[in-house]
């Protein structure tokens, strides 16, 4: 599954950084979703993949 990148990123006039865009990513795959608390993510490696962004800002996410 592909991730659009930076689909909050419109809605600021700040640059966000890697790990702004990856807390932002994971709230719309949630919410895309339809996910509830206890439901399962994609791994580490698939969010870094699919968000385009290094491991440290899917953690610091």
Partial sequence: M???RGV???LT???MT???TAIAE????ILTKGLHPGDA???ESQLCTDLGVSRSS???A
């Fill in 8 to 10: 909050m990123s419109g």
């Fill in 13 to 15: 006039t700040t640059p």
């Fill in 26 to 29: 994971i709230k719309n795959y």
């Fill in 41 to 43: 993510l994609p791994t």
């Fill in 18 to 20: 890697q790990s702004s």
């Fill in 58 to 60: 899917v953690r610091e």
């Fill in 2 to 4: 592909q991730i659009s």
